[in-house]
């Protein structure tokens, strides 16, 4: 079973930063692949990052590419989501997910099993 916690949320001026971390109680941190998505008012929940289980690769959606970084440190078994540059359109509930490793495509939300419960980001102009 795995059991994922988003921290890290708030309130951020445009052009701020943030570190988001997700953090997991169960023992196989290092099997999964893990994802960060987000959730915006009236917006179907969208892609944002995704990482394998070494940290070895990493995906990004096009918006992000440049501002945000997602990382993992399985000794601690928690993932990271870093973001500069925050912009008003970054606002959002942002969810930490986790993927069997099998499961190729890190940007649809039904390949992934786990997800933590949200924490809320907001960027003001």
């Known amino acids: 079973q795995v059991t994922l916690v988003e921290s890290g949320g708030g309130v951020v001026q445009a052009g701020g930063s943030l570190r988001l971390s997700c953090a997991d109680s169960?023992?196989?941190?290092?099997?999964?692949?893990m994802g960060w998505f987000r959730q915006a008012p009236g917006k179907e929940r969208e892609f944002v990052a995704g990482i394998s289980r070494s940290g070895g690769s990493t995906y990004y959606t096009d918006s992000v590419k440049g501002r945000f970084t997602i990382s993992r440190d399985n000794a601690k078994n928690t993932v990271y989501l870093e973001m500069n540059s925050l912009k008003p359109e970054d606002t959002g509930v942002y969810y930490c997910a986790a993927k069997q490793y099998w499961r190729g495509n890190y940007d649809r939300l039904n390949e992934y099993a786990y997800w933590g419960q949200g924490t809320q980001v907001t960027v003001s102009s």
């Open positions: 169960g023992r196989t941190f290092s099997n999964y692949d």
